[in-house]
């Protein structure tokens, strides 16, 4: 069953503009990471973010964990064509088996030149 | 570091026949995890190991499903026998930490499989 939904499902912006994804999960987690797959290809780890943090940057991408609202935001910004990819959250519970990651429905992101 | 090293890339095959999909982790890891891709389901974990030992096999949609880990740098999952709705990508992935819940992992580049 799907823990993570990704909103929006698809957006397109152009080249310059900041991308912003959010991410909605149900239970307890352990930890948040974002994940980009490009076509064809196996999904590459973006960034992890810690139940106890709120927010966390890596290069140009930015993200927020509120746990109250049990939510999570990954902005990319001054995006680049490259960057045109799905982009999907990842959630690790806090109880039960430690390893099992839980992936959500993902968002396809459209950069244009 | 050559990643993690899934066989075949493409797979169609008849509905009935044996399939066997294969994974190399990438060594040192000790956690290892095959994934569903489909568009209706997203991303479902099926099986995951844990130093070889099969931890949590509850995705594993039915007894046509089985995997194994022989040893550190080798599983296979196998549908035996194959329907057209186990049509999809399946992901292979490691990570370096058994039990550990912050690890990343690390995505093979899939192999899709069609049953006609």
């Known amino acids: 069953s799907q823990q993570g939904e990704e909103d929006p499902q698809a957006l397109s912006i152009q080249e310059g503009e900041n991308a912003t994804m959010n991410c909605s999960y149900k239970?307890?987690?352990?930890?948040l990471q974002w994940y980009r797959q490009n076509s064809g290809r196996g999904l590459v780890h973006l960034i992890l973010?810690?139940?106890?943090?709120r927010e966390k940057h890596s290069g140009r991408l930015r993200v927020t964990l509120d746990t109250s609202k049990k939510s999570s935001s990954l902005l990319i910004t001054a995006s680049r064509a490259a960057d045109t990819a799905s982009y999907f959250c990842?959630?690790?519970?806090?109880?039960?088996?430690?390893?099992?990651?839980?992936f959500g429905t993902g968002t396809r992101l459209q950069v244009t030149l | 570091d050559a990643g993690v090293i899934q066989s075949p890339r493409h797979e169609v095959t008849e509905m009935g026949q044996e399939v066997t999909l294969r994974c190399k982790p990438i060594?040192?890891?000790?956690?290892l995890f095959w994934y569903r891709q489909t568009m209706m389901r997203g991303l479902e974990l099926l099986i995951y190991?844990?130093?070889?030992?099969?931890?949590?096999d509850s995705g594993m949609p039915e007894d046509r499903f089985s995997a194994k880990m022989p040893n550190a740098s080798f599983s296979t999952l196998k549908i035996q026998p194959s329907e057209p709705r186990d049509s999809a990508v399946y992901f292979c992935?490691?990570?370096?930490?058994?039990?550990?819940?912050?690890?990343?992992?690390?995505f093979g580049n899939g192999t899709r499989l069609t049953v006609t």
């Open positions: 992935a490691s990570s370096p930490r058994s039990g550990g819940r912050s690890s990343p992992l690390h």
């Open positions: 060594s040192g890891h000790n956690s």
């Open positions: 190991f844990n130093n070889n030992v099969p931890i949590d």
């Open positions: 973010i810690r139940s106890n943090e």
């Open positions: 990842a959630t690790a519970e806090s109880t039960g088996t430690a390893s099992k990651l839980t």
């Open positions: 239970t307890s987690i352990n930890n």
